[in-house]
């Protein structure tokens, strides 16, 4: 059986899938060209990620198909609820790349916190003849600990970042429709470990009080969920980090929040116009800035790969 990986499959899924005898194509297909080619090799298997697109169109074009697959957690680039209406197995890895994700959250937190994302763009620059100027601009930079993180969304990924906010001594509060209380299991050394309850709570009241947001919520399908109105409620000075799906923030009402100084910073690792996004969110100096790489870790794409192998092999029933 042939599987197409259309955006690329970790080594370790690879190896999984053809020692149990199938055939893993890693040529990346043009969207325009993917029924074509799909029908031509007969794929019954298509995983993707978040660049290729599975609708109704493609799947009323390749009646091979009997997977799709989704290496990471939202489906939102894949017609569900039609291709299992088709007898389709969909599946994806929604837990494989979770911790991969809040570390990147963290890493966008300390950024912003110390003005690395600034320091960065200006030190190869200007540092060698503005180096006291820049050591001066930046020495009001803050710490994490003891400060207030919001996390709205408290699915895998946001107790994950709850985890390790409760290990940098921060104050968790948390807003999900969903989800009334999470269970949040701190490990240390010596195999000891500490639980702490966290009920999520309406999320105006997590705007209200964080001096850190984070965002973990799929793709709005009717508006923003973080725009002009909700910039408002906010504390003056608060940061927001978005490693969720673009389209989550107004980019536009973000960008004058952080002007005003209403958000001290922000940290993106989607946008609204992916692949292109908007140049002037690109080049704000109070953004830290990653072209979607949440799960981008070598640990994280083995976990996928192992995951997306072992869930075929077990619709196919291939021991």
């Known amino acids: 059986?042939?599987?197409?990986?259309?955006?690329?499959?970790?080594?370790?899924?690879?190896?999984?899938?053809?020692?149990?005898?199938?055939e893993v194509i890693t040529e990346k297909v043009p969207q325009e060209q993917l029924a074509e080619f799909i029908n031509a090799n007969r794929i019954k298997t298509i995983l993707v990620r978040s660049a290729t697109q599975v609708r109704k169109e493609l799947i009323d074009q390749c009646p091979s198909?009997?997977?799709?697959?989704?290496?990471?957690?939202?489906?939102?680039?894949?017609?569900v609820d039609y291709a299992r209406s088709k007898g389709i197995h969909v599946i994806n890895t929604p837990s494989a790349s979770s911790q991969s994700v809040a570390e990147l959250v963290f890493a966008h937190l300390f950024s912003g916190a110390r003005f690395l994302q600034d320091s960065n763009r200006k030190m190869p620059i200007v540092g060698d003849s503005e180096f006291a100027k820049l050591k001066k601009s930046y020495e009001k930079g803050i710490e994490l600990r003891g400060k207030t993180i919001g996390i709205i969304g408290m699915g895998?990924?946001?107790?994950?970042v709850a985890r390790i906010a409760l290990g940098l001594g921060m104050r968790v509060v948390a807003a999900d429709n969903?989800?009334?209380?999470?269970?949040?299991?701190?490990?240390?050394?010596?195999?000891?470990?500490?639980?702490?309850?966290?009920?999520?709570?309406?999320?105006?009241?997590?705007?209200?009080?964080?001096?850190?947001?984070?965002?973990?919520?799929?793709?709005?399908?009717?508006g923003y969920m973080i725009g002009a109105p909700e910039f408002t409620k906010m504390k003056t000075g608060v940061a927001i980090v978005n490693c969720s799906r673009g389209g989550v923030i107004d980019e536009s009402a973000l960008i004058k929040a952080l002007d005003s100084g209403k958000v001290s910073y922000a940290g993106l690792d989607v946008f609204a116009n992916e692949p292109t996004p908007n140049k002037e969110i690109l080049s704000h100096p109070k953004i830290?800035?990653?072209?979607?790489?949440?799960?981008?870790?070598?640990?994280?794409?083995?976990?996928?790969?192992?995951?997306?192998?072992e869930q075929i092999c077990s619709i196919l029933q291939i021991d």
């Open 178 to 222: 969903n989800v009334g209380k999470a269970t949040i299991k701190v490990k240390f050394y010596n195999h000891q470990f500490i639980n702490v309850d966290i009920e999520t709570e309406p999320m105006e009241d997590v705007l209200m009080h964080s001096d850190f947001i984070t965002l973990h919520v799929p793709a709005q399908k009717d």
């Open 65 to 79: 198909i009997e997977i799709i697959g989704r290496g990471g957690v939202g489906m939102d680039n894949i017609d």
């Open 288 to 309: 830290s800035l990653t072209p979607h790489t949440g799960a981008s870790t070598v640990e994280a794409q083995d976990r996928i790969g192992l995951s997306l192998a």
């Open 1 to 22: 059986m042939k599987i197409l990986a259309n955006d690329g499959l970790d080594q370790s899924g690879i190896n999984a899938l053809t020692q149990k005898g199938f």
């Open 156 to 160: 895998r990924i946001g107790q994950e």
